[in-house]
């Protein structure tokens, strides 16, 4: 990827100062202006990563390359008969239609004097993008999947694009290599065992969400705003069919413009970054030619981080092989570092390992809702280890409710961040039997749902996406592929069609009636919010918390980030921690529900906090857990700060 202000040639440079500067145990590394990805994939090798990038083609080569751990084995396409998708869609054979927005739009086909592409690479392109979004929509690629195969292709595009250098304009003959045919070749992943994450949103915002250890800030330097040179690899990316315009088909992006890019406004953006930057160490990459003088940038970082910690160096470079005669002592590349006042450490103590043994089978009321990583297989083993006595209960995750329904306690308080899902168990809760069924049974009416009647479903489903009526939410899953919760960036409720598997059921209503039975028979609060926003301090040493969290070394489509709610990564897990060591200082009881390692992998974050409690081991005998693994390759465990079983 030719990409202005790449960092290819400064990595050994950023290595030297990271080196030099820091000298405790960095874990985290994030790159918040990642463009193409070169500096957060560089350090995959040493740290978990997180990057970000406001533009979608940089945040899915993003996505590709650093939450991808391995090449991904597409085991759904596989079932249809693709065993190499890359071959298959470098050489199925298609026709082009009115939805092959580049070629009508990029190529000289039918009278469009845009030479970007020829038609043949055009229409490939096109014939690519439309099948995997096909792919996605029908579940046989997952987030991951497509984000690598996209990457694959938008990596591809520039090796057969008619162009000088960005995509700014196309050139009005025919450059040799434009003429070439379109070839898709397979990424370089790294495997750091981490869960890294990849964020598309703007960093003055992101930086309020998440901490770590290294930061590595480099911000667009001048009023060049990058998303008119790269506008078509953001069309490709999106595949969005926006309303173009101009000569070179820009797209619209005066909400993109970036602030860095605004000598009124840059001052204030990096002032408000480096203020609400939760890390450690620091390092900026500038250059010399920037809007943001040396000076303003030393003392921006001087007033938020230690002062005596401040370096800068400075790397002499050409520019951009430009044409005009410059000075190699005018110009040069600036790597900033200061340290803030932020601590790093953890304090572990002695493992206390206990077994669980096995415990009879009793009759568990299970949730109607069908919530990837429910606990009701568990519960046998989970429930007698919670304390005989408990006075407020804490489902701190709560999810379909699963554990909740199932304890005593005199005040039950479910939180969880799905809005939808804590809407759907509150309007049970207030709500009588009679009329949930009633409910229900009209919309079922009313729309014609059945297991066949596909049209009845995506009308209901658009009916829905429109209204966000709780009761049609929960009525919308019973006829949707395995009955699962899931929604796209947008919140808009998209999970396909369960054709001839899912329904309203006699069985189905009849679980939903016993647990809201359950339910009206206890006290119970919902309540929608992040973890680290409950209200702890109401707590004492009567009372219990539960946490189901997501898990850091497992993937699963209902915490990724990629659903329109909040992602799981290891700064969640470290808060979690935290609130817990917190808890235990207050004498309030928590078990926490995780697995220390999966298919390989361990949390060795985990591992170690683990030591200061007592770790059962559970057997997990549960098919829809949130890890989604078979027998045998997890080690699930209930974690407690407690022995006595009869508080």
Same mark, same amino acid.
């Given at each position: 990827?030719?990409?202005?202000?790449?960092?290819?040639?400064?990595?050994?440079?950023?290595?030297?100062?990271?080196?030099?500067?820091?000298?405790?145990?960095?874990?985290?590394?994030?790159?918040?202006?990642?463009?193409?990805?070169?500096?957060?994939?560089?350090?995959?090798?040493?740290?978990?990563?997180?990057?970000? &990038?406001?533009?979608?083609?940089?945040?899915?080569?993003?996505?590709?390359?650093?939450?991808?751990?391995?090449?991904?084995?597409?085991?759904?396409?596989?079932?249809?008969?693709?065993?190499?998708?890359?071959?298959?869609?470098?050489?199925?054979?298609?026709?082009?239609?009115?939805?092959?927005?580049?070629?009508?739009?990029?190529?000289?086909?039918?009278?469009?004097?845009?030479?970007?592409?020829?038609?043949?690479?055009?229409?490939?392109?096109?014939?690519?993008?439309?099948?995997?979004? $096909?792919?996605?929509?029908?579940?046989?690629?997952?987030?991951?999947?497509?984000?690598?195969?996209?990457?694959?292709?938008?990596?591809?595009?520039?090796?057969?694009?008619?162009?000088?250098?960005?995509?700014?304009?196309?050139?009005?003959?025919?450059?040799? $290599?434009?003429?070439?045919?379109?070839?898709?070749?397979?990424?370089?992943?790294?495997?750091?065992?981490?869960?890294?994450?990849?964020?598309?949103?703007?960093?003055?915002?992101?930086?309020?969400?998440?901490?770590? !250890?290294?930061?590595?800030?480099?911000?667009?330097?001048?009023?060049?705003?990058?998303?008119?040179?790269?506008?078509?690899?953001?069309?490709?990316?999106?595949?969005?069919?926006?309303?173009?315009?101009?000569?070179?088909?820009?797209?619209?992006?005066?909400?993109?413009?970036?602030?860095?890019?605004?000598?009124?406004?840059?001052?204030?953006?990096?002032?408000?970054?480096?203020?609400?930057?939760?890390?450690?160490?620091?390092?900026?990459?500038?250059?010399?030619?920037?809007?943001?003088?040396?000076?303003?940038?030393?003392?921006?970082?001087?007033?938020?981080?230690?002062?005596?910690?401040?370096?800068?160096?400075?790397?002499?470079?050409?520019?951009?092989?430009?044409?005009?005669?410059?000075?190699?002592?005018?110009?040069?590349?600036?790597?900033?570092?200061?340290?803030?006042?932020?601590?790093?450490?953890?304090?572990?103590?002695?493992?206390?390992?206990?077994?669980?043994?096995?415990?009879?089978?009793?009759?568990?009321?299970?949730?109607?809702?069908?919530?990837?990583?429910?606990?009701?297989?568990?519960?046998?083993?989970?429930?007698?280890?919670?304390?005989?006595?408990?006075?407020?209960?804490? &489902?701190?995750?709560?999810?379909?409710?699963?554990?909740?329904?199932?304890?005593?306690?005199?005040?039950?308080?479910?939180?969880?961040?799905?809005?939808?899902?804590?809407?759907?168990?509150?309007?049970?809760?207030?709500?009588?039997?009679?009329?949930?069924?009633?409910?229900?049974?009209?919309?079922?009416?009313?729309?014609?749902?059945?297991?066949?009647?596909?049209?009845?479903?995506?009308?209901?489903?658009?009916?829905?996406?429109?209204?966000?009526?709780?009761?049609?939410?929960?009525?919308?899953?019973?006829?949707?592929?395995?009955?699962?919760?899931?929604?796209?960036?947008?919140?808009?409720?998209?999970?396909?069609?369960?054709?001839?598997?899912?329904?309203?059921?006699?069985?189905?209503?009849?679980?939903?009636?016993?647990?809201?039975?359950?339910?009206?028979?206890?006290?119970?609060?919902?309540?929608?919010?992040?973890?680290?926003?409950?209200?702890?301090?109401?707590?004492?040493?009567?009372?219990?918390?539960?946490? !189901?969290?997501?898990?850091?070394?497992?993937?699963?489509?209902?915490? !990724?980030?990629?659903?329109?709610?909040?992602?799981?990564? $290891?700064?969640?897990?470290?808060?979690?921690?935290?609130?817990?060591?917190?808890?235990?200082?207050?004498?309030?009881?928590?078990?926490?529900?995780?697995?220390?390692?999966?298919?390989?992998?361990?949390?060795?974050?985990?591992?170690?906090?683990?030591?200061?409690?007592?770790?059962?081991?559970?057997?997990?005998?549960?098919?829809?857990?949130?890890?989604?693994?078979?027998?045998?390759?997890?080690?699930?465990?209930?974690?407690?700060?407690?022995?006595?079983?009869?508080?």
């Amino acid at each position: 990827m030719r990409f202005i202000g790449s960092k290819v040639n400064l990595l050994d440079n950023i290595q030297e100062v990271i080196e030099e500067n820091v000298k405790d145990d960095a874990h985290v590394f994030m790159d918040l202006f990642s463009g193409t990805g070169i500096v957060g994939e560089n350090f995959k090798k040493d740290y978990q990563v997180l990057s970000n &990038d406001s533009l979608y083609f940089s945040y899915i080569l993003l996505k590709a390359k650093i939450e991808n751990n391995s090449i991904p084995n597409f085991s759904e396409l596989k079932k249809i008969g693709i065993k190499e998708p890359l071959h298959y869609l470098e050489n199925e054979e298609f026709e082009i239609s009115h939805e092959f927005f580049l070629t009508h739009n990029y190529s000289p086909y039918m009278g469009c004097e845009r030479m970007y592409f020829t038609v043949e690479n055009a229409s490939r392109i096109d014939f690519i993008r439309l099948t995997l979004n $096909r792919w996605k929509n029908e579940s046989l690629i997952n987030e991951l999947e497509f984000a690598y195969l996209l990457a694959i292709l938008i990596e591809a595009v520039p090796f057969i694009s008619n162009i000088s250098g960005t995509y700014g304009a196309y050139l009005k003959h025919w450059d040799k $290599r434009a003429l070439g045919k379109l070839k898709l070749r397979t990424l370089d992943i790294v495997n750091n065992h981490y869960a890294n994450k990849t964020y598309n949103e703007d960093a003055n915002s992101l930086i309020e969400k998440v901490y770590g !250890d290294i930061l590595y800030i480099d911000p667009p330097y001048n009023g060049r705003q990058y998303i008119s040179n790269y506008h078509l690899l953001e069309t490709i990316a999106l595949y969005d069919y926006p309303e173009i315009y101009g000569k070179t088909g820009l797209r619209p992006y005066v909400e993109s413009k970036s602030l860095y890019c605004q000598k009124k406004e840059v001052g204030n953006a990096f002032n408000h970054l480096i203020e609400k930057a939760n890390f450690r160490h620091i390092l900026v990459s500038y250059s010399s030619e920037g809007l943001l003088l040396e000076e303003e940038i030393e003392s921006i970082l001087k007033s938020h981080g230690l002062p005596e910690t401040y370096r800068i160096y400075k790397m002499p470079y050409r520019k951009y092989k430009s044409k005009h005669k410059q000075e190699a002592s005018e110009l040069h590349e600036y790597i900033f570092y200061i340290q803030k006042d932020i601590a790093l450490t953890n304090s572990v103590k002695s493992n206390k390992k206990i077994e669980v043994g096995k415990h009879k089978t009793n009759s568990y009321i299970k949730s109607p809702l069908n919530y990837v990583g429910g606990k009701h297989k568990l519960l046998n083993q989970i429930v007698p280890l919670f304390p005989d006595k408990i006075d407020t209960f804490v &489902d701190l995750f709560s999810g379909g409710f699963n554990v909740g329904i199932n304890v005593n306690a005199n005040k039950i308080i479910a939180t969880d961040i799905n809005t939808y899902v804590v809407e759907v168990l509150d309007t049970m809760k207030k709500t009588s039997v009679e009329e949930v069924i009633a409910h229900i049974e009209r919309r079922i009416e009313e729309y014609g749902l059945s297991k066949s009647n596909e049209e009845g479903f995506k009308a209901f489903r658009n009916y829905y996406n429109k209204t966000k009526k709780p009761l049609d939410l929960y009525t919308l899953i019973c006829y949707s592929f395995n009955y699962q919760f899931r929604f796209n960036n947008n919140q808009e409720y998209n999970n396909p069609f369960g054709r001839e598997r899912s329904q309203f059921s006699p069985a189905l209503k009849k679980k939903l009636v016993l647990f809201i039975e359950a339910l009206h028979e206890k006290n119970v609060q919902f309540v929608c919010s992040e973890f680290e926003h409950f209200n702890f301090s109401q707590l004492d040493q009567n009372d219990l918390v539960y946490c !189901d969290p997501p898990y850091l070394i497992t993937t699963g489509s209902y915490n !990724d980030g990629n659903r329109g709610f909040k992602d799981w990564n $290891r700064l969640q897990e470290i808060k979690l921690l935290d609130i817990l060591d917190h808890l235990n200082s207050k004498g309030v009881y928590f078990a926490l529900s995780n697995v220390l390692s999966h298919k390989g992998l361990e949390n060795e974050l985990l591992l170690e906090w683990s030591k200061k409690y007592n770790i059962h081991h559970l057997q997990h005998s549960y098919s829809n857990s949130s890890h989604n693994t078979t027998r045998g390759e997890s080690q699930e465990v209930l974690i407690t700060n407690y022995t006595n079983y009869t508080k």
